[in-house]
């Protein structure tokens, strides 16, 4: 085996610690007992947040330079947002506590178990209740809303509201809103 042999080696050897070690990092970011601190951490891993927007302790971001949050929104306590193919939060979004977006999952009629995924995208002032589950590829529309433990695998057009497993629609919200969300506690 050659030296490039053995380099490449090397290198394959070393990619899964030096994921793992963001990956622990990043879990770690989570908990840290400042949002500033963890806003700062999650800019220098490439995440694009804006202006008054409150990243709440426990957060799971995966893939942060994927994710784009808009201004004044709120992500609550122990939700887990996934970037690895795109994840696109609008202005005054308002994810409850222990939400979860994903981007990729295994695709169960792979004989190989493979991946299968999309970007997500939550339009401006929508609202995602406490447990909501956003799949792959589905795109959240303007002030819409998700209820409490509801799963979505598909798109939820502008100001409706959907629940259930799977979400289906189940009323329609006002249009005329006018609220921004954030908040300047240093320790949530």
């Known amino acids: 085996m050659g030296a490039e042999g053995v380099l490449r080696g090397l290198k394959e050897r070393i990619r899964p610690v030096w994921h793992g070690g963001h990956f622990v990092l990043l879990r770690w970011t989570g908990r840290v007992p400042s949002q500033w601190v963890r806003r700062l951490i999650y800019r220098l891993y490439g995440a694009r947040i ?97 209820a409490a433990g509801a799963v979505v695998a598909r798109d939820v057009g502008a100001f409706r509201v959907v629940g259930g497993i799977p979400a289906k629609e189940i009323a329609e919200r006002p249009r005329e809103l006018r609220y921004e969300l954030g908040s300047c506690m240093w320790f949530a």
């Open 50 to 146: 804006g202006e008054g927007t409150v990243i709440y302790g426990g957060c799971e971001l995966r893939s942060p330079r994927r994710i784009r949050i808009g201004a004044h929104s709120s992500i609550g306590h122990d939700c887990v947002l996934d970037g690895r193919m795109g994840l696109d939060i609008g202005e005054s979004v308002n994810l409850s506590s222990q939400v979860m977006i994903w981007t990729l999952q295994h695709d169960y009629r792979d004989a190989d178990f493979g991946c299968s995924g999309g970007p997500v995208r939550v339009g401006r002032r929508a609202w995602l209740s406490a447990r909501s589950i956003i799949l792959p590829g589905v795109t959240i529309g303007e002030g819409a809303v998700v």
